[in-house]
């Protein structure tokens, strides 16, 4: 009986760690739950909480940013009341998302820090844009910047992976509006 009870309470410990260790991976789709173009309010549910988006009037071209905590990631969200498949939504719809939090990465295992000539290796095949680096000539650290595009084209989302020094400082994903 003491067995049958020690092992019980190892595999209740076990399964326990194994989802309090998961965290959402971060694709062209989204993060986890949080999806492209899903409304304030399916985000809202997803979150738990009210986001404090401000109306079509009152938004910045009927664009508007929040900031919001998601399994451990710090995400700026930026809701859209316009895209270009959609002329005029009555309730905001999540247009990208953006995050620089260290434990991101996508369901492949790329994460902030790692170089850019590996994770192109890794996606090689892929819809890829290859940015040029250019440099802030008005920076004194005169640090390279670039960025890297891969496009979902079947979903008309993104996710872009944005470089310093070629090593990975931010994932956004978004929605895919362009030729």
């Not at 003491?2 to 194994?18: E, I, Q, Y």
């Not at 404090?52 to 938004?59: D, L, N």
């Not at 996508?106 to 892929?126: N, Q, Y």
């Not at 910047?145 to 079947?154: A, C, E, H, N, P």
Request: hydrophobic share 35%; charged share 25%; glycine share 8%.
């Amino acid at each position: 009986m003491k067995t049958m009870r020690l092992l019980w309470m190892m595999v209740a410990c076990l399964l326990a760690t194994s989802v309090i260790g998961q965290q959402a991976t971060i694709s062209s789709m989204g993060v986890g739950e949080l999806r492209i173009l899903k409304t304030q309010r399916q985000v809202e549910q997803v979150l738990g909480k009210q986001l404090p988006v401000r109306s079509k009037q009152a938004a910045d071209h009927g664009m508007d940013t929040v900031w919001a905590d998601y399994q451990g990631i710090r995400l700026r969200l930026v809701f859209s009341y316009y895209t270009l498949m959609d002329d005029d939504l009555p309730s905001p719809k999540l247009y990208s998302l953006y995050t620089e939090a260290s434990g991101a990465k996508t369901r492949s295992g790329i994460a902030l820090g790692d170089d850019k000539f590996d994770i192109i290796r890794k996606l090689d095949g892929r819809r890829l844009t290859v940015g040029p680096d250019w440099r802030k000539e008005d920076m004194p650290d005169k640090q390279r910047y670039s960025v890297v595009r891969l496009s979902d084209y079947d979903n008309s989302t993104y996710l872009c992976f944005y470089f310093t020094d070629n090593k990975l400082v931010v994932f956004e994903a978004g929605v895919e509006e362009g030729c």
